[in-house]
């Protein structure tokens, strides 16, 4: 049974950006494993990549910024050391399907089940919502990325990310073609999003990872 394991019905919700990191990233690293058993591959390919991992996150402690960038950066490099590890022996974009799948499947339905619920329960799930990204803007997301909002009032709220701090890990280990995956996996909770029962609706047109000179993440309500 698929539970709230990110607690985001919990009122007092604050992101708890170390267990999340950790959670993502055991359920990244189980998911290639079982990717590794399905193509035959050794075992110790996993050793290897979790000790690439590693002198990863060494190499580049320059790029972090804040302690947010911290997580992130932990998170983005557990990508990059699959992916090169993966690619020569399962060639270029077999490596990059494995690790999309392997960060957006393993906690897809729970974050999903949370996000739903926590709009269900909410008085005004727009709100809701919006209180929630603002809380992750800062605790979860930091100095690494740079967030406008052109629009914020009660009917919309516009957040537009003119910088990507996995975008630029990514670009700073010739890994850009990564992007796609860490944008993909926002659509666990974009999909638990009902235009008509929660009353608003997300759009997301383009992002920098796909090419666009920014993410906009608007929000805006359907009724009236």
């Known amino acids: 049974m698929t539970t709230d394991e990110f607690g985001l019905t919990d009122e007092n919700y604050v992101p708890d950006p170390d267990r999340d990191t950790a959670m993502l990233i055991d359920g990244f690293f189980e998911h290639i494993a079982g990717i590794l058993r399905e193509q035959a591959k050794s075992d110790d390919l996993l050793t290897t990549m979790r000790r690439r991992h590693e002198a990863l996150e060494t190499a580049d402690q ?43 499947e393993p906690l897809g339905e729970a974050l999903r089940t949370g996000t739903r619920a926590m709009l269900d329960s909410a008085a005004d799930p727009f709100r809701a919502m919006v209180e929630l990204a603002k809380t992750r803007e800062h605790q979860s997301f930091g100095e690494g990325f740079e967030f406008r909002h052109p629009v914020d009032d009660d009917r919309r709220f516009h957040a ?17 073609e990564l992007a796609p995956a860490m944008c993909d996996f926002d659509r666990n909770w974009i999909d638990a999003i009902d235009p008509d029962e929660h009353g608003f609706r997300f759009e997301r047109a383009t992002t920098i990872g796909l090419g666009g ?12």
């Open 213 to 224: 000179t920014h993410c906009p993440f608007h929000f805006s309500r359907t009724d009236g």
């Open 160 to 176: 537009d990310i003119h910088r990507c701090f996995y975008y630029d890990v990514l670009v700073a280990n010739s890994a850009p």
């Open 62 to 104: 320059h790029l972090i910024v804040d302690e947010p960038a911290r997580y992130n950066l932990r998170l983005t490099l557990a990508l990059v050391a699959a992916y090169e590890i993966l690619r020569p022996r399962l060639g270029r974009e077999a490596a990059i399907d494995a690790v999309r799948d392997a960060l957006v």
